[in-house]
């Protein structure tokens, strides 16, 4: 692994790199519910995030840890770094015992007061399908989704059947309102774009090669600089 060492990830459950973040098998555990278990993605950017698998189905995906947790049922939610678990040499462990957080204290702590002031961040967001109408996300936490999601927007044609990383068609249902709320924004989850969070231009997200004006402004501005 790319992100961890192999002594630092030894053992662990259904661990595999994808892309720039790595994954693993996690869970949370309900006294009345029993285990909710889903794929907890870590970024170098210190994000995480988790794909629920509780039942066949569930479609709760892109959760913050403290989500899932509730999503799960726990009954005294809001210690997740405690709560999530992931399986090291068959027993289930806390995220707090393991080094998966590594990334995310760093982040924490490179801030004033753990809050992610003044980071450059990319929230998930959307494009309308040219031909049924529906709104479909787009999440850009690396240099190739925002690329995808870029040339998406730029085209006023686009289509369902042009997502890349997605199998969904112009058949599939539109996410419900409820959960277009939730935007993958680390300080809020019902964020609406503010200053603090939102990066309005970096180079993750404009392009040398890209023709557009936004993107040549933006590489013209930073030859000067």
């Known amino acids: 692994m790319e992100m961890f060492s192999e002594e630092e990830v030894n053992g662990m459950s259904g661990l595999k790199q994808e892309g720039e973040n790595v994954e693993v ?3 949370c555990t309900s006294h009345r519910y029993g285990d ?7 970024f170098p950017s210190g994000d ?3 794909s629920c698998q509780c039942i066949p ?3 709760e995906d892109n959760l913050t840890p403290a989500a899932f947790e509730k999503h799960s049922g726990r009954e005294t939610a809001g210690k997740w770094k405690n709560t999530i678990w992931v399986i090291v040499q068959g027993e289930k462990t806390p995220l707090a015992k393991t080094s998966l957080l590594k990334y995310y204290n760093k982040s924490q702590r490179r801030s004033p007061n753990g809050s992610h002031y ?6 998930d967001e959307f494009v309308r399908c040219s031909s049924c109408n529906k709104e479909r996300r787009f ?16 085209n006023r044609n686009w289509q369902c059947s042009d997502l890349t990383f997605d199998k969904i068609t112009c058949e599939d249902d539109e996410e419900r309102a409820s959960r277009k709320v939730l935007r ?4 809020s989850p019902s964020c609406k774009g503010c200053t603090k969070c939102v990066c309005f231009g970096c180079k993750t997200c404009r392009f040398s090669d890209c023709s557009c ?3 040549v402004d933006f590489t013209h501005n930073n030859s000067i600089n």
């Open 118 to 123: 003044g980071r450059q961040y990319h929230r």
């Open 139 to 154: 999440r850009l936490r690396t240099k190739e989704e925002c690329r995808v999601y870029h040339d998406a927007v730029a």
């Open 57 to 59: 189905g569930c479609n």
């Open 213 to 215: 004006q936004t993107c």
């Open 48 to 50: 995480l995030r988790v």
């Open 36 to 42: 909710a278990v889903g794929t907890l993605r870590v």
């Open 184 to 187: 993958g924004c680390l300080r």
């Open 25 to 27: 098998t996690c869970g």
